[in-house]
């Protein structure tokens, strides 16, 4: 019932900044809580950055400081800016948006990903 469209990922060197886009389109007010996460080759798939309805936000220790999610004022798309950026953040970034109430998870989407290369 929700799609997930992502964008704006690519190539970018050390030290540079992208931002990433994910619009929710179908059934938009079954989402609570929406963000990004990551999997490189080799590794499992990390949490880096969520934010939910009411702004509260969560990020991974490794992108503190450099990373920024935050969502339009109509609610139905979310952002990461990443900034400062280095060759471990190379991944696939995919978007994940949630409806969830009282701790159980009632609707879980994901997006189809978007791969982010830092390389000099």
């Known amino acids: 019932q929700v799609q997930l469209v992502e964008s704006g990922g690519g190539l970018v060197q050390p030290g540079g900044s992208l931002r990433l886009s994910c619009a929710a389109s179908?059934?938009?007010?079954?989402?609570?809580?929406m963000g990004w996460y990551r999997q490189a080759p080799g590794n499992e798939r990390e949490l880096v950055a969520r934010?939910?309805?009411?702004?509260?936000?969560n990020y991974a220790d490794s992108v503190k400081g450099r990373f920024t999610i935050s969502r339009n004022n109509a609610k139905n798309t979310v952002f990461l800016q990443m900034d400062s950026l280095k060759p471990e953040d190379s991944a696939v970034y995919s978007c994940?948006?949630?409806?969830?109430?009282?701790?159980?998870?009632?609707?879980?989407?994901w997006g189809q990903g978007t791969q982010v290369t830092v390389s000099s």
């Open positions: 994940n948006a949630r409806f969830v109430r009282y701790g159980t998870i009632l609707s879980d989407y």
């Open positions: 179908g059934n938009i007010v079954s989402i609570t809580d």
């Open positions: 934010i939910t309805s009411g702004g509260s936000t």
